[in-house]
């Protein structure tokens, strides 16, 4: 009586050698950890981090009760972000739109020459946060809503004009065809054709980007760029963590807020 | 003898707002929002001439970058930002996998459900520069809160979209582990993981390229990296410094783009 064999081994997910090259890719990964780490705390003072749990809880005690008496100070900084956001989204889906028809492959004037330009333009800025946008606002055109605008307007270029973009891709050809088929002129084309396709996707992308923005121009006052972040600027800076707080809850309640406005109006679009 | 008169222009139908007083409503809002809201605008237009001068150096300075002569600065803030983008992801993806399980509803009982979706709503509810301002203030200036930082904000980004993805894997494959007699933990590792893995890797990939992006952020309110690096270089008014700073944002931005979108396409 022979035994079958092959019953009794353990099954295994992968071959040997698989699971060889598995565990070098995870040692190889755990040993750039280790030497990030390395790198990173070497200049760290950990007296510091020691004595964080004890910072945490004076900051704690220091933010409690809010002092609720600052909110109608706050009133004003909150409709100036409020601003800044919607202005800058305005702006920046201005300047996006001819970004986006010059970056698609269907609608591009210039293959060559005009499309390489445009997808420059959609990564450089989305490559760079709307804080070093202000950052730069700032020094250039003086610290106020006005370069809080511009920056939001410009990070939003690079957001709308990429999703727009892929939807001008994404339309449906047969929809064109026939549009030309009647003897449509290239301006008639783009305002039968294409826009109806794309406007459903065009009303999402800004009011999602109108909602990104509402939150990152909370913060864009840090750099002087104007709104509330300005106010909790002021707060850090004279140590008065009472105000935080109330700032904190303020900027929260909005984003929340702006995040179920957008998620409502992109429901009933789409 | 009447023919009826054929219609020679043609208007498009309204695509999203069907109801003519709808739309009249809304273009009556919008037009005294913009009053209001340009009124309050207030704008400086000396200070802004005055700075259209500083401006043109500026993109002189984008032209004509300058990595040299600040270029030790550069590169230190540039090793901080690599180092504690990698090992910020790192870490948050090891913390956000359990969380991420957590929060699973078809993984996790009630209670622990409640509280995963807890550690993740706050921690997307919060902006990265306000939570970095807060590990400053605690651990002190330099990279160590900076990293902190990022690994609490892929908590939040990769267990929410993990815990999304368990909810809404292939049951079927569950149940035929299940019905082999195996234990929670024996379901997990073979049912559940193999079904998500690809997904973790892609989102990793990507929470590593956002993580460099924000580590150039962080910096302003010094939490170490290259940010810190660039907020010096323009507070000194060196364009040019600040130019090559940018520019070496954007091509590990690109490269990051490309090679992390490459990888996710070979591994999936």
């Known amino acids: 009586m022979t035994e079958i064999s092959h019953y009794r081994q353990i099954w295994s997910h992968r071959t040997p050698r698989a699971r060889l090259l598995l565990w070098a890719g995870w040692l190889a990964l755990v040993a750039l950890f280790v030497w990030c780490w390395q790198v990173m705390t070497q200049d760290t003072i950990w007296f510091f981090v020691a004595d964080a749990p004890q910072q945490a809880a004076d900051i704690g005690r220091r933010m409690l009760p809010p002092r609720w008496s600052y909110l109608p100070e706050l009133m004003q900084p909150l409709w100036d972000t409020l601003n800044i956001a919607t202005l800058g989204t305005l702006g920046g889906v201005i300047m996006a739109v001819p970004v986006a028809f010059f970056a698609a492959r269907n609608t591009t004037p210039s293959v060559t020459l005009l499309r390489p330009v445009a997808l420059f333009i959609i990564v450089a800025s989305r490559s760079i946060n709307s804080l070093i946008w202000a950052l730069l606002l700032v020094a250039i055109i003086g610290p106020g809503l006005l370069a809080g605008i511009v920056a939001i307007a410009l990070r939003s270029i690079g957001f709308v004009g990429k999703l727009l973009y892929e939807a001008i891709e994404e339309t449906d050809a047969r929809q064109i065809e026939a549009i030309e088929a009647t003897g449509a002129s290239a301006a008639q084309v783009l305002s039968y054709g294409i826009v109806p396709q794309i406007m459903p996707a065009f009303w999402g992308i800004t009011v999602f980007r109108w909602d990104i923005n509402i939150r990152e121009s909370t913060i864009l006052g840090l750099v002087g760029a104007g709104g509330i972040g300005l106010k909790l600027q002021g707060s850090l800076n004279t140590l008065a963590w009472s105000q935080v707080s109330v700032i904190l809850l303020l900027i929260l309640g909005t984003v929340v807020l702006s995040e179920w406005v957008s998620s409502r109006v992109r429901q009933a679009i789409i | ?268």
């Open chain 2, 1 to 268: 003898m009447t023919t009826q008169r054929y219609p020679t222009t043609w208007r498009r139908p309204p695509q999203i707002l069907k109801d003519r007083r709808w739309r009249i409503a809304i273009q009556i809002g919008i037009v005294v929002y913009l009053f209001l809201a340009i009124g309050t605008v207030e704008v400086n237009w000396s200070r802004v001439y005055d700075g259209l001068e500083r401006g043109q150096r500026f993109v002189m300075g984008f032209l004509q970058p300058d990595f040299t002569s600040r270029w030790r600065d550069i590169s230190q803030g540039l090793v901080e930002s690599l180092t504690m983008t990698l090992t910020s992801t790192v870490i948050g993806v090891a913390i956000s996998v359990p969380i991420g399980i957590g929060a699973a509803r078809n993984l996790a009982p009630r209670w622990v459900y409640y509280v995963c979706r807890a550690i993740i709503a706050v921690s997307r509810a919060l902006q990265e520069v306000i939570i970095a301002i807060f590990f400053v203030a605690m651990f002190g200036f330099g990279p160590f809160a900076g990293f902190l930082t990022l690994s609490f904000a892929t908590i939040g980004f990769i267990a929410k979209l993990v815990a999304d993805d368990i909810e809404e894997i292939d049951e079927a494959q569950v149940e035929a582990v299940r019905a082999t007699g195996a234990s929670w933990a024996q379901l997990v590792n073979y049912a559940v993981q193999p079904q998500v893995m690809p997904r973790l890797i892609g989102l990793s990939l990507y929470r590593l390229d956002i993580n460099f992006r924000e580590s150039a952020v962080i910096g302003i309110v010094g939490a170490g990296g290259i940010g810190a690096t660039l907020n010096t270089a323009i507070d000194r008014y060196e364009y040019d410094s600040a130019g090559a700073i940018l520019l070496i944002i954007i091509g590990i931005v690109m490269i990051a783009e490309y090679s992390s979108s490459y990888l996710r396409k070979f591994l999936q």
